[in-house]
T-cell receptor
């Protein structure tokens, strides 16, 4: 079975440019998560969706970050304009969320972003 | 206090020995806990989970122990192998409230030959 698929795997961009990261969750999963991982802050939850609706975006750093989920099989995380401090690994994860059942999320391989 | 992120705690274990990785969780309302393994250059992978109504759960070569009184979780790996080298994260969730999974800082497991 295909896991969570992310693209691009690696991106190097100049400060000020727009960055778009893409994610295809596992088929049948109804929750999708975007995490950012850095040495300084570890794994931080940025935003998560349930049934394509954003539920909690309290982890989104600032207005330069936005995320969308237009349908059950696709999500984007956009940074505009990008800054060097945005350099990190961005992970997408998905899960089959059910009330009263522990939520196990499955991660993609990550998008390694470097802003110079 | 704990340093913020620059250096992960590292556990060095001789190959073939048992490893015990510890985690203190923060939210007393959390009722579901997961251990993830992250190898270099990859995303975190699910290892084992446990609900708060259990104290212990065993998998293949791994055992998770939960002590709710002191909000402590541990992962035991039997007969540690070179392929166990990775960073291990504990994560917590509150099942009936929301889907948020909050991760701990992680522990690096280093296998000595």
């Amino acid at each position: 079975d295909a896991g969570v698929i992310q693209s691009p795997r690696h991106e190097v961009t100049e400060m000020g440019q727009e960055v778009t990261l893409r994610c295809k969750p596992i088929s049948g999963h109804n929750s999708l998560f975007w995490y950012r991982q850095t040495m300084m802050r570890g794994l931080e939850l940025l935003i998560y969706f349930n049934n394509n609706v954003p539920i909690d975006d309290s982890g989104m750093p600032e207005d330069r970050f936005s995320a969308k989920m237009p349908n059950a099989s696709f999500s984007t995380l956009k940074i505009q304009p990008s800054e060097p401090r945005d350099s990190a690994v961005y992970f997408c994860a998905s899960s089959l969320s059910r009330t009263g059942v522990g939520n196990t999320i499955y991660f993609g391989e990550g998008s390694w972003l470097t802003v110079v | 206090g704990e340093s913020v992120g620059l250096h992960l705690p590292t556990l060095s274990v001789q190959e073939g020995d048992n490893s015990i990785i510890n985690c203190a969780y923060s939210n007393s309302a959390s009722d579901y806990f997961i251990w993830y393994k992250q190898e270099s250059g990859k995303g975190p992978q699910f290892i084992i989970d446990i609900r708060s109504n259990m104290d212990k759960r065993q998998g293949q070569r791994v055992t998770v122990l939960l002590n709710k009184t002191v909000k402590h979780l541990s992962l035991q790996i039997a007969a540690t192998q070179p392929g166990d080298s990775a960073v291990y994260f504990c994560a917590e969730n509150t099942m009936n409230r929301d889907d948020k999974i909050i991760f701990g800082k992680g522990t690096r497991l280093h296998i000595l030959p």
